[in-house]
């Protein structure tokens, strides 16, 4: 488990552009003007930073949001900024939840300059996803590929674009730290298989992409642990595969449900030992109380915490399925309906 992470963009993310001194420091943007297609990419082939930055910046996007008042002349406004990558050709950005939540308006703008007012899709606090969608020509839209995250490997190169300080078209470089990460979502729950990353991640790169070095996307730069609210080098990406999966959903139908099961747990020998039940939650009304071990999920064996999050997400809410647990050295089955997950984690 991860402790002290903070996240790269909303507080410790998106980077606060209020009550900024003036005079100090004067940063000269140059916007580079070449690109090329991701077609012109062959299967295996790695490229250099450069030639990633120059397939890929142009799909990365600096978002800028406004909340806490209905002007941003208005006392109580805040303004912040985080980052973004084009998903398809009708205007989707992909970014994090954190990036937007609580948004009055929208902002996004694109690597020539140019910017363009948005809208919020969906968003999804527990996997800390969300899509808006940009009012802006077509021309403006060079979607990023996003990959397969189950086949990236520890010590694979990457890239990060995005916004760290409002700084557009920011590219940093490293590699896959370490895999199947655990990262606490925006509304406490968990996100499992979080990708690692030594590649310098801060305040206003959350939301931009980490790409692989055939410039695709697999994760969504979220959070850093750091003792200094900087960049300490170790960084943290939701996963491409979550991504996809939610990011269909929000386009889809605008929010994307999550089954719950209403337990907090910790690993036991056995499978996964319930240390917590939510009252009045799909494990309670079935009966599971604290220190139960739960050895099987809808008729597949429990070996572990991971696995039985993972069993309980691959479920929609409603679905009835039979837990096996362990009390007092004796086992028992009770069905139990999924419910679906709350705003916040209720234990």
Known sequence: MLAAVVGAAAGAGAYAVFNKDSGTTIVRQVHVTQSVQASDVKPGTLLSIGSIYKLANRGVVKISVTSGGANPFEQ?????????????????????????DGAQSIKVTFWNGKTYTAKLVGSDASTDTAVIKVDAPASMFHPLALADSSTVQVGDGVVAIGSPFGLEETVTSGIVSALHRQMTSPNKFTIDDSIQTDAAINHGNSGGPLLNMQGKVIGVNAQIESDSGGNDGVGFAVPSDTVRRIASRLISTGKAEHAYLGVSLAEDSSGARVTCVAQDKPAAVAGLEQDDVVTSFAGKKISSVDSLRFAVDAKKPGAHVSVTYVRDGKSHTVSVTLGTRPAKAAC
């Open 76 to 100: 109580g406004t805040q303004q912040a900024q985080g980052s973004g990558f084009v998903s398809g050709t009708v205007g989707h950005v992909i970014t994090n939840q954190h990036v937007i």
